[in-house]
């Protein structure tokens, strides 16, 4: 191991300014946002020498204009359709202003905020990762709602930053065989930095259907974490897109508490330039019969670095669990690099546990097939490389799946 | 359910090479220090290179911190309560087997390793190394014939110093790792082999470690070189007494092949492992790599790996030749308390470099078995190939299986693949087997051999049946 | 091949049994002697595969009640592999896979321990290739299926013919076969009855578990008995089997209810 003499000061002076920087708490959030400005206070900032930070660089951080973003010039509902609510979130203002709620649809009670907040992310183990304390010491507004037992409800979330910090902070709650399919869309437009921030807690028999697509910048980061507790019987289907972004980290962090439910987990990551994109994802079993479905995958062109870590807890209690994790790699520049590691921890013996990764180029076989058919080799090459996104693609809900020009997708080696 | 119990109960046997071989031995004082590390240097008569080599490999590890990072579970150990240099009272080596006195041979004879002319094997030349010092080597004349040199480590310091001084830690350098940086300080005998140019080496060899004394930590250092076109079978063996204490084993393996060059290591470890509370057993924290740095040379290990309290150990294979092969099959069984974290590196440099890893992982007891592997490919390696697959057994729902393989590549034109499974002995399959006569004892070794039947497949003829019987010894015992 | 002074080699008293909390044998009578082929036919759920397994020894299923002695000895007291090694042999329906364990490898040490049994001497691995080889040809199986794994990516029917081919290899006195029909075409249920009627001697017997008559338009019973709710309802000669064809499985439940209603 090579020791790297690390100063410590002007690693962490940006975070400091920034830290002195913020308007003094206030609002709902006031006590949580102290206690994350008291824990990045004396965090350190992750760095490579952290095994889950091994392969992430966050120096992009500190040359990002980190000043709470304006807000967006319109807030609140965008327009209403039949059985879709779409609702702008710039982090600011409050998306339900003048919004009537759908049936269903209740926003949590400040008393039922303070009980809620934060408990899934304890659940998954990731209150004290530093991206979430970084959200806790600047959010200064939480979406909570709670979708009631047998409603089904199409939400649409839209934020686009235009340059400095944008902290988006949800907690979602799904009682009994509620539905929720909710399409997520982040668009940076500027330089800066998105934090996400979500909980969702998912009763006996609920459903969600997450699709996120974030589009960002080469001077622009996105830190986010998706923590998703599960009763039994409940099915989560969360699908990300990550694209265009200089620094992306994606944690999906899931628990089925009593096991018996179903996940289903879709990733896509592209990188380009001198992107990073880093997908550390996390499911725990509590419970026996759990069932998991996951696929990753990640494109890397130009000098561009994916990094995938998909942990996978099996205990003792687990018994039945299936799980089945896949992470598939294309690498399409010799000055791009992949690293990829799956961790499966397993003490219980009647489980079905698989996993698998592969790294490479486009096949050359399927490359020479296309073009025995009269196909020329960057057509083959991009039908092949739009395929391969499109095995994630087709599982976001349908609006989603529109948020994703894949033609426009600089999937070429820049 | 009373199966899986059953199960359980096969694979805890007693332990059949727990005696002590009562003989004087001459020991230095515990701990370690600048002082020592001269000491066990002048006892052994070195050139200057080598103490130099040592002091170096003290300093460093002085800096050094012992890494945490596997999660092995045991309490800290103190290096200064160990004895770090142990030999059996006989006057140097000896010149011929007649000369050494007789209850050393009688240890192997009853490990099943004889080394005298009448019982010796016929096609297997074997250096037999008791307490960190070896005592004799069969076959030495035959295979000089040869030109192949197979004598212990300490011998080749005197003999062939120049072959020494040019490749000794030059595959894991001195300050490498903790552990590899403590046995280049101080070790204390092990094997080495020269193959040269051209040469087949014309018998299996063999290299088998007996730890007799409690309070000694083992050192090996073991060197095998294979010049262009050579090519060598090697294996080693292990075996140690039951003590209520844990003994620190901390060897080094070096692999050099050259062009065209093939070498292929085997190991089947059964140190002590503890009793089924993990009171004692070996720490056996091992560095083994090779080199492949001819084009079209290849490295080949194989282990299995049953014993040790805890396993900390990952063969690799640097593959820098243009064309080079690196090969790992691995069977690592833990019962009980015992801890094993073992993998493999593979590390490819040289265009179209090609590796294959086979890992099989039987937990058993509240045992941890971790595979821990990491591909990597460097941008220069053009045409690279590998393919990995780990599969796990479980045996009993307190054992844990774990696998960690990290991948990294940077070469487009590489193809990188990995597959991992779990599984275990169902109810149904062990019915099936009863069903047709075959007994429940017979029919779990069975099973199990068959899971591990990719690697038995790669080891030395010889040893093969070795290997199989280890396994079932076992896993033999009674149906609970 | 009825014969009333043929030896008994399988006799079922009274037999209860039970998985998990769930009894269902409830009080099964049969006796088998050298020479009969038996069929046991009843609707799913009706207790005739788990009739075989308990018959085999399978550890999921608790005896209750009952005796079933073979040859006079307690069958029920033996371990599986002890039931097999002398001469009780089962044909599964589901066959299990078990990847690693070579099928020729599993073929002779089952094959060795029957001859143990039997006082005969174990085969070496030559003696024994010669000896599948020619065992092959009654389930006309390709000798390519010795090299693979038990089982292990076999179709339905390949599992089936191996099956079979266990059988020729054991040479067993009582052969229980359970639905040996499922999932066979048209070919392969002829070549797996054929095997099934080359192996049947004087001295042995069969027992099939069927649900279907077309097995036995290949292999002709001598009785036929019909099961439901964990008994023996009724039996007869092969033309039960017809009149079942015919008539299918609804009268069974009219009598279950009418002896529902005697013993109310």
Known sequence: MTASLSAPTSRTAWLERWLSQLPAPSGPLAAVQERGREALAQQPVPSSRQEEWRFTDLSLLQDLPLAQAAAAPSGGAMSSEAGVLRLQLDGRTDPLAGVELPAGLQVLSDSELAQGLGHTLAATGCEHHWPVELNHASAGRVLALRLASRSKLKLELHSTAQSGLLPLRLLLILEEKAELELCQKIVAQGSGLISLVLEAHLARSARLQHGLVASGQADAALLAHLAIEQEPESHLALSSVTVGWGLARLEPRLVQVDGQASSTLRGLQLVGGRQIADTHSHVSFAGPEGQLDQLHKAVAAGHGRSVFNGAVQVPRAAQRTNAAQLSRNLLLSDRARIDTKPELEIVADDVKCAHGATVSSLQTDELFYLQSRGIDSDQAAGLLKRAFCEEVLRDLPPAARAWCPIEQWQLEDA | ?480 | MIRPDAPVLLEIRDLHARVEAKEILKGVNLTIRAGEVHAVMGRNGSGKSTLSKVLAGHPAYTVTGGTVHYRGENLLELDPEQRARIGVFLGFQYPVEIPGVSNLEFLRVATNARRAQKGEEELDTFAFEDLVRDRLKVVQMDPAFLDRSVNEGFSGGEKKRNEILQMALLDPLVAILDETDSGLDIDALRIVAGGVNQLATPDNATLLITHYQRLLDAITPDYVHVMAAGRILRTGGKELALELEERGYDWVDQELAALAGEVA
Request: net charge negative; proline share 4%; glycine share 8%.
């Open chain 2, 1 to 480: 359910m009373s199966n899986a119990q059953a199960v359980g109960d096969l694979v805890s046997q007693p332990y059949k090479y727990g005696f002590v071989t009562d003989i004087e031995t001459e020991k230095i004082a515990k701990g370690l220090s600048e002082d020592v590390v001269r000491l066990i240097s002048s006892k052994k008569d070195e050139p200057s290179f080598l103490l130099d080599f040592r002091l170096r490999a003290y300093r460093q590890w002085l800096q050094m911190e012992e890494p945490d990072w596997a999660r092995l579970g045991y309490p800290p150990i103190d290096y200064q309560d160990i004895i770090y240099y142990a030999a059996p009272k006989q006057q140097d080596k000896k010149a011929s087997l007649d000369e050494v006195d007789p209850k050393l041979l009688e240890t192997f004879d009853k490990l099943g390793i004889p080394l005298s002319e009448q019982k010796r094997l016929s096609n297997v030349a074997v250096d037999a190394v008791f307490d960190s010092v070896s005592i004799a080597t069969t076959y030495k004349e035959k295979l000089a014939e040869h030109g192949v040199i197979f004598c212990s480590i300490s011998e080749a310091v005197k003999e062939h110093p120049e072959l020494i001084e040019r490749y000794l830690g030059t595959v894991v350098p001195t300050q490498d790792n903790y552990f590899a940086a403590l046995n280049s300080a101080v070790f204390s005998d092990g094997s080495f082999v020269f193959i040269p140019k051209g040469v087949e080496c014309p018998m299996e060899l063999s290299t088998y470690f007996r730890i007799n004394s409690g309070d000694t930590g083992q050192f090996e250092r073991t060197l095998i070189v294979a010049e262009e076109g050579a090519s060598v079978s090697y294996l080693e063996g292990c075996t140690a007494p039951m003590f209520d204490t844990n003994q620190l084993h901390a060897a080094v393996v070096e692999l050099v092949a050259l062009d065209d060059a093939s070498i292929k290591y085997s190991t089947v470890q059964n140190w002590y492992a503890g009793d089924e509370n993990g009171v004692g057993g070996i720490y056996n924290f091992v560095t083994k790599r090779g080199q492949c740095r001819g084009d079209r040379s290849k490295i080949s290990w194989t282990q299995v790996e049953t014993g040790s309290s805890i396993t900390w150990k990952y063969p690799s294979c640097v593959l820098q030749g243009a064309d080079s092969v690196g090969e790992f099959y691995s069977v690592a069984l833990t019962n009980n308390c015992q801890q094993a974290d073992t993998g493999t590196k593979m590390i490819h440099v040289g265009p179209r470099s090609r590796s294959t890893i086979v890992s099989k992982g039987i937990s058993a007891g509240r045992s941890a078995n971790s595979y821990r592997g990491l591909v990597q490919i460097g941008p220069k390696a053009v045409g690279a190939k590998n393919y990995s697959q780990c599969d796990s057994m479980l045996i009993g729902d307190q054992a844990a299986a774990n696998t960690y393989p990290y991948i990294r590549s940077q070469q487009p034109q590489a193809a990188v693949e990995h597959e991992a499974s779990t599984c275990r002995i169902s109810e149904d399959q062990l019915f099936y087997l009863q069903s047709r006569g075959i007994g429940f004892e017979e029919a779990v070794s069975m099973m199990v051999s068959g899971f591990c039947r990719d690697v038995f497949n790669q080891l030395p003829m010889e040893f093969a049946a070795e290997a199989d019987k280890l396994l079932a010894l076992k896993l033999e015992g009674s149906v609970g």
